[in-house]
Nanobody, 125 residues
Framework: QVQLVESGGGFGQAGGSLRLSCAAS????????MGWFRQAPGKEREIVAA????????YYAEPVKGRFTISRDNAKNTLYLQLNSLKSQDTAVYYC??????????????????WGQGTQVTVSS
């Protein structure tokens, strides 16, 4: 099993920045990719960004390209999401996820095996 714990959510102003962290523990050697998803009230969960844990290749959803940056610290087994140029549309619960998929970077929630509890991001305009 893999445990994921997010931190760093909170309130931000439009145009501002926030940084999310996700600490992984347990059988982390089984992780091949990790990602960030978000879910706004009344909407489906959607992918924000993802990366291949070993190779570092990344994927970004169109709404966040150029504004958000996903990164990882292998030594700390920690995933990050830097949120810049925040918009009110970024308000959502953000979830960290880990995948045992060995090929590519999954972009659908069904491709992930482990999930964090979520952290709220609220952007005021």
């Amino acid at each position: 099993q893999v445990q994921l714990v997010e931190s760093g959510g909170g309130f931000g102003q439009a145009g501002g920045s926030l940084r999310l962290s996700c600490a992984a523990s347990g059988r982390t050697f089984s992780i091949y990719a990790m990602g960030w998803f978000r879910q706004a009230p009344g909407k489906e969960r959607e992918i924000v960004a993802a990366l291949s844990w070993a190779q570092g290749s990344t994927y970004y959803a169109e709404p966040v390209k150029g504004r958000f940056t996903i990164s990882r610290d292998n030594a700390k087994n920690t995933l990050y999401l830097q949120l810049n140029s925040l918009k009110s549309q970024d308000t959502a619960v953000y979830y960290c996820a880990a995948s045992r998929t060995m090929v590519g970077v999954p972009v659908k929630s069904s491709g992930y095996d482990y999930w964090g509890q979520g952290t709220q991001v609220t952007v005021s305009s």
